[in-house]
């Protein structure tokens, strides 16, 4: 057995850049943040075959002379830290010193660097070993060159994908940096090509629209909102824009790029059930807090970090999210929205659900609330003096004023923006949603005793379900009982749904949570699922004529609802139809 050995620095490297440096987008973070550590103004980033044969670095920051770039080289190497207690309010992207050696140990590695006044210094690395040391001249600055990644880690190389897809991954990080630092010129080339040329923005939102395009950037939302020493600003895209892809989604704590489960919950939380499953809505957003309430050295990357109070975070960021989400900026105009948008994919089970529930129970009570059946329907223009400027939703200045009904089923509005069209089935079922969904999570269903309980013959798999989720279904107001072999008694529902057919209500929901049980995928989505179908069912149905107060509330409720422009299965609510649009349409514009 041989003795125990302490690893040279040069085995300590390699082994430190099997954590650090995992494709050429790696090796580009760790230089993009040295060169905004060191406050460069213009990053110039080249790439050759994604990043596999080149990766150069460029920067006009402060440079370094010959001493300190000698040491840069050098493992926990570093300027930024000084003392243990700067580990716990880490200002800087970089603190642990390992980059430079680490991307040097696994290249062929040139650094050129030139300080504000002196003499400036190249130094050649091969494959972890210092080789020739020259003076340079040249303006301040820092240019960085990495050659054959994993040169000499032949396990590594072999696992590095097809330039495009390495290109890809680099350029996402390229930008996401740019994002991060709206005031530093940014540039990419790829063989030669240019990329991206972002010149200093003015703001957030003219870098958005560079990285971006001005298209997709002109749909976000801005949010910018702070509470108990969080700062949460950025922009939200609209649920009707969501996309399959992941990769419009960028969050940054402290200026540091991260992957984070409590902003990325805070994020779902938000958007509720709103985007339709398995697409990610667009988001920007940056965490500013104390440094102290964040610790960053979680992970050699350093692109996961750990909340002191992460609750509060997470609250802080749902919040602000949902506040984007509710403006009437979320409201898209009839030319964006796809007949049948490619990323929704609401189960057929819930369709099919829908359009059962839809043929056959009677109005529920909160529909009675918008029917009023004494008034007839309007279809006139709304006197002003109707708009009530005291109501909650007219306070936050997200009002719409009903102009008409058509065909019984789209409610015709308007708001300061343009003309609404509103399904009043979804509009519906979203206010039900949140209410009914908000009730159950603090245990506080209204419902309503069945005055003749209703008994329901059951097949074998629905008892099931119904024997395994009986308390879930008891929190959601649906009362029941075995009642002797497959049947069951039904004693109450939700008061909400009274109007439903007690045994039909039950069945449906049955089916759902058959699909989804709170064993495979936790309660929480068992019971949005639930929420959802139920809320469905209960809700007013196309065909069902409301007067002009009844679609005053509707819309007024609507619009207190946490995402007024989706309905839970992901489906648009309603559109608008802006002024500047019916104006271009008529040639007045
Ligand atoms: P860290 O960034 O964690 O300090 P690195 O290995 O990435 O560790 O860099 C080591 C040191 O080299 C840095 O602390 C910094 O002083 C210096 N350095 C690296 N890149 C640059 C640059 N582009 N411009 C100026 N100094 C740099
Ligand atoms: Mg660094």
């Known amino acids: ?45 080249a790439l050759e075959d994604g990043g596999r044969r080149r990766i150069v670095v460029s920067d006009d920051g402060q440079g370094m002379d010959r001493d300190d770039a000698l040491l840069a080289l050098e493992r926990h190497a570093t300027s930024k830290l000084a003392a243990f207690e700067d580990l716990d309010a880490i200002a800087t992207l970089g603190f642990r010193g390992e980059a430079l050696p680490s991307i040097a140990a696994v ?127 950025g922009f939200a895209g609209r649920p009707v824009d969501a996309s399959p892809r992941r990769d419009t989604q960028h969050l940054f704590v402290n200026g540091r790029a991260v992957t984070d489960r409590v902003l990325s919950h805070a994020i779902v939380e938000a958007y509720g059930n709103t985007a339709p499953r398995g697409s990610f809505p667009a988001i920007i957003l940056f965490v500013e807090l104390d440094p102290a309430q964040v610790d960053v050295n979680v992970h050699p990357r350093k692109s996961e970090v ?19 989400l509710a403006s009437t900026l979320a409201v898209p105009r009839l030319a964006e929205l796809r007949p049948e948008p490619a990323a929704w994919s609401a189960p057929a089970s819930t369709v099919a659900a829908l359009g059962r529930a839809l043929e056959h129970f009677d109005a529920g009570e909160p529909s009675r609330a918008y029917r009023a059946t004494a008034a007839p329907p309007v279809a006139a223009a709304v006197p002003r003096g109707l708009l009530d400027p005291d109501s909650p939703a007219a306070a936050q200045g997200r009002r719409a004023t009903p102009l008409a009904q058509y065909r019984e089923s789209y409610i015709v509005a308007q708001d300061a923006e343009g003309i609404l069209l509103v399904d009043q089935h979804v509009a519906h079922e979203r206010v039900l949603f949140e209410r009914y969904l908000a009730a159950a999570e603090t245990d506080d269903v ?132 802006t002024l500047e649009e019916i104006e271009r349409a008529f040639r007045r514009r």
């Open 1 to 45: 057995m041989p003795r125990i050995h302490v690893l040279d620095d040069h085995l300590i490297n390699r082994i430190a850049a099997g954590e650090v440096v995992e494709r050429p987008a790696s090796v580009v973070k760790e230089l993009v943040e040295n060169s905004l550590d060191a406050s460069a103004r213009a990053i110039d980033v």
């Open 107 to 233: 290249s062929r590695f040139r650094l050129r660097t030139v300080p504000g006044a002196g003499a400036g210094t190249e130094i050649e690395v091969r494959a972890g070993r210092i080789g020739a040391v020259r003076e340079i001249a040249g303006a301040h600055g820092t240019s960085v060159e990495v050659g054959s990644l994993f040169v000499n880690v032949p396990a590594r190389r072999k696992f590095l994908k097809a330039a495009p897809t390495e290109l890809s991954h680099a350029v996402r990080t390229v930008g996401q940096y740019a994002i991060a630092h709206p005031e530093v010129r940014f540039r990419l080339t790829h063989d030669g090509r240019g990329l991206l040329d972002a010149p200093p923005a003015r703001d957030l939102a003219e870098r958005v629209a560079q990285i971006h395009g001005r298209e997709p950037a002109s749909k976000l939302i801005p949010f910018d909102a702070r509470s108990g020493g969080v700062a949460v600003r």
């Open 306 to 324: 750990r909340f002191a109070r992460a609750s509060q975070v997470h609250d802080a960021v749902r919040d602000a999210v949902a506040s984007a």
């Open 446 to 577: 209204p419902v309503q005793r069945l005055l003749f309980p209703v008994t329901v013959e059951l097949r074998s798999d629905e008892m099931i379900v119904a024997e395994a989720e009986i308390e879930e279904f008891r929190r959601l107001g649906v009362v029941y009982e075995p009642f002797g072999g497959h049947t069951i008694r039904i004693d109450a529902v939700p008061a909400f749904a009274k109007e439903v057919a007690p045994d039909r209500l039950l069945r449906g929901l049955l089916g759902e949570a058959g699909k989804t049980r709170s064993a495979a995928t936790g309660v929480a989505e068992l019971r949005r699922v639930l929420v959802t179908s139920a809320s469905c069912q209960a809700a007013i149905k196309v065909n069902y004529a409301l007067t002009r107060e009844g679609m005053q509330q509707l819309l007024d409720d609507l619009f207190l609802t946490q995402n007024p422009t989706t309905c839970p299965h992901g489906r648009p609510i309603l559109f608008r139809l």
